[in-house]
């Protein structure tokens, strides 16, 4: 249970901490399908390296490959380009709060679809979770109807990947082997769709090969701990507790990005916080 949480809290702070890099790209000029494809195309090489001191076996079955890249990846390809997309009608604030409704999403499948149980201890972190978002939430105008749907949708698909990644034998599959097949479908679909979604840029400069690399270490780094997390504690939980990043995001904004603290904030960080310490300390399952 502890080695769980650590690992998918650590894996939230990982993600957090990429829009630091990501808007150091975007200040080059880089844009959003260059950015995406670079990220998941740098993972490979990362985990080929590290991979390599404890050889890792990368033969996977055709039944396996068609899973992940139709349940697991595709819906990780959605979230990101939804995702993203939605930062050219909206604020990414309030996106990034849309999105961060899906540990909720994840709870209301799970309880109505999969008929699960649901504690009162669950159902209040979830009551602190939903207050905490509407306190990140800004305002937004009638122009941005279609962001908020995007983003919205990004939250459906990436819930949609984690119980995809809890309810298939891929959660049994190495992490850095899972990681692997992840990322080389996703760069895979975004070179493909790159005419529809963006031009890739195919010349980098050293700075932003290094920042690529970085980005890429971080995205392996956090996909690992996930996945590792996920076989610990199930989807209700890992999205829960995965509710670090927004937390990390909103840190290093104050910090690095110079965004103002305002009291909403401290109030909604204190009541997603409320609601991570009431999962980790359960006594009783959910």
Known sequence: MVFGSVCVLLSGVLYGLTPLVTMIL??????????????F????????????FKKRDFKISCSDYVKIASQVAL???VTNILLAGSYNYIATGEATTLHFLY?????????????????????????????????????IDSGGFLGVIMASLSSLSYALYILRLERTRLNRLDPAV??????????ALLLLTSPFIGAISFHLTLKEF???VLLGSMTFGALVLF?????????????LLSLSEP???????????????????????????????IVTLRKSKF
Do not use: W
Request: proline share 2%; net charge positive.
């Open 41 to 52: 195309l740098f993972v490979i090489p990362v985990i080929l390296i590290i991979s390599a």
């Open 247 to 277: 937390l990390t995001s909103i840190v290093v904004g104050i910090l690095f990005l110079g965004e103002p603290l305002l009291f909403s904030k401290v109030i909604g960080a204190m009541a997603i916080m409320a609601a991570i310490i």
């Open 178 to 187: 899972l990681s692997f097949y992840i990322s080389l479908t996703i760069a």
């Open 227 to 239: 996945q590792l997390g996920s076989r610990y504690l199930g989807s209700r939980l890992c999205a």
């Open 103 to 139: 540990p909720l999403v994840v709870i209301l499948i799970s309880v109505f679809y999969y008929h699960e149980h649901l504690s009162k201890c669950l159902l209040l972190a979830c009551i602190l979770v939903l207050g905490g978002l509407v306190c990140f939430m800004g305002k």
């Open 26 to 39: 975007y200040a080059d000029g880089i844009n959003t399908a260059t950015v995406l494809f670079y990220r």
């Open 210 to 212: 290094a920042l690529f």
């Open 75 to 77: 819906m990780s390809f």
